[in-house]
């Protein structure tokens, strides 16, 4: 059974769920010796129960003896009905968007003796102790950098930056021709524009920055210290809104799609709000750049749709051959990816303009450069409570706060919390 510990510790992954409804429980054998499978699965208003079960028929055909049970896990979302449901005695066989942590390791099923894990996207980057407990089917990618294209036109930019010195350089540019050039927020996207910046450098650098900043072997100051200058930078030339502290996400994101930004550092799940726009800037997107002198930036991506087969399951092996089919069946990838618009190297589906240049971003940064961002995943992680400081430092640096400052608030934390 899992530990306390480990209740409190995946439960407080809650925070990140999704309102959902219904919940259901599975795993048992149905009668003539079919085997039901139990799928806990993040259900959204894209994701749906039908779409769920659409996706699995295929497998159930080709298995005959297998029934897949789609499992809502309501209201609580994913990160609270697993450590509920697994003191219950009612843990699913297979649960998806739930990638592996130190703490729930031992309640997985290690993967590591098949290739359709080794091999799936970002499998090494989310391996703890060197095994392999989730496959996943694509990513999110993080560090971008999206662009009014006739802003840049106007100001007279006529390739996008390959260095952070030539971004700063076109911030100048863009300003002198009128433009605001950072579109940024409030709330959680306060730290975004900053660790666009940072990430693709100290990665590079530091490529265990987040074991040796959790252990204090370095610092804050000392890695990431050049990037706050530079957004302190930025903030004081006026490169950045200067209402950031006072806009919301959604009106962030509304102002850049309706051109009245140059610049909108943001995900790679923007693209599918420009494709719902209306009227939308006309925009492209390059990847974050690192300072002069790096030969391979760092790409901050997460993984899409992680899928883990818990250890309680009856049914492993039947598990292990619906989770196959999930993250290898090329129908049920494409499936996948497009509903929420993630990204895989050498799987194109039907996408606008924005989409085929972000996807050719992908396919040219090799595995080895993908980073985690904020908190961090597997044995990358940082202290709990960092991506709330970054965000609070951010914060300050906005509200006129020096970066001396800033890098040394985070020094100080890093002192109380590294371990």
Same mark, same amino acid.
């Given at each position: ?117 080794? /091999?799936?996207?970002? &499998? +090494? $980057?989310?391996?703890?102790? #060197? %095994? ?5 089917? *694509? ?108 806009? /919301?996400?959604?009106? &962030? +994101? $509304?102002?850049?799609?309706? #051109? %009245? ?5 943001? *995900? ?152």
């Amino acid at each position: 059974m899992i530990k306390r510990r480990t209740l409190i510790a995946v439960g407080a992954l809650a925070a990140i769920g999704l309102g959902l409804s219904g919940c259901a429980t599975g795993g048992a054998a149905q009668s003539g010796g079919k085997q039901t499978v139990s799928l806990l699965v993040n259900v959204t208003p894209n994701l749906t129960e039908d779409w769920w079960n659409a996706l699995v028929k295929p497998f159930e055909k080709a298995h005959p003896d297998i029934d897949v049970k789609i499992q809502n896990p309501g209201a609580e979302g994913v990160a609270a009905a697993v450590p509920r449901l697994l003191a219950a005695g009612e843990a699913p066989d297979v649960v998806e968007s739930l990638p592996p942590s130190t703490e729930l390791a031992p309640e997985l099923v290690d993967l590591s003796k098949y290739d359709w894990a080794t /091999k799936a996207p970002l &499998a +090494e $980057q989310y391996t703890i102790d #060197g %095994k392999y407990y989730m496959a996943g089917i *694509g990513l999110q990618v993080q560090s971008l950098w999206f662009y009014n294209k006739d802003a840049f036109a106007a100001a007279g930019i006529t390739e996008t930056p390959t260095t952070v010195e030539q971004l700063s350089d076109d911030l100048a540019k863009l300003k002198k021709a009128g433009w605001t050039g950072i579109q940024t927020g409030g709330d959680w996207m306060s730290s975004y524009a900053l660790q666009t910046v940072a990430l693709p450098t100290v990665i590079a650098d530091n490529h265990d920055w987040y074991q040796k900043m959790s252990d204090g072997t370095l610092t804050f100051s000392k890695t990431y210290g050049d990037s706050v200058r530079e957004y302190a930078d930025w903030i004081a030339k006026g490169y950045v809104n200067d209402d950031a502290l006072g806009i /919301k996400y959604a009106d &962030a +994101e $509304q102002n850049f799609l309706s #051109g %009245k930004a140059a610049l909108y550092p943001m *995900g790679s799940w923007f693209v599918a709000s420009e494709a719902a726009a209306k009227s939308p800037a006309n925009i492209g997107v390059f990847r974050a750049p690192a300072f002069s002198g790096t030969k391979q930036p760092a790409m901050g991506a997460n993984i899409a749709s992680p899928y883990v087969i818990m250890k309680e399951s009856k049914h492993q092996d039947a598990a292990a051959e619906l989770v196959k089919y999930l993250v290898t069946d090329k129908t049920a990838i494409l499936d996948q990816l497009k509903v929420d618009g993630n990204y895989r190297a050498g799987y194109d589906y039907e996408m606008g303009d924005l989409g085929a240049e972000l996807l050719k971003i992908v396919t040219d940064t090799p595995d080895s450069a993908y980073t985690p961002t904020g908190q961090g995943y597997g044995e990358r992680t940082l202290p709990t409570g960092y991506s709330t400081e970054i965000n609070a430092q951010t914060q300050a640096l906005l509200g006129g706060t020096s970066a001396a400052d800033v890098n040394k608030a985070m020094d100080d934390w890093f002192t109380a919390n590294a371990h």
